[in-house]
């Protein structure tokens, strides 16, 4: 019967190494940027459609501003 001998400090859940924990930060930091590029163009997007109102309301042009600007997702 071999023993192996465990590592000290080891951490019974070191999922990530050193490379992962980078990756990791990446993608959160990536799709937090994303999710901020999206809402801007959307703010962008409504302002211009604001700008230039000139023409007839209909629902369904406010059914569009209300999915726009409450849009968060």
């Known amino acids: 019967m071999t023993h192996t001998k ?15 924990a980078e990756k990791a930060v990446q993608k959160a930091v990536f799709t937090v940027a994303s999710l901020i590029g999206r809402r801007m163009a959307r703010e962008h997007f409504a302002t211009l459609s604001a700008a230039n109102d000139n023409g007839p ?5 406010q059914a569009k501003k209300v999915r726009i600007e409450g849009d968060c997702t």
Do not use: F, M, Q, R
């Open 6 to 20: 465990v590592a000290e400090h080891t951490a019974a859940n070191d999922n990530l190494t050193p490379e992962g």
């Open 57 to 61: 309301s209909n629902a369904k042009d």
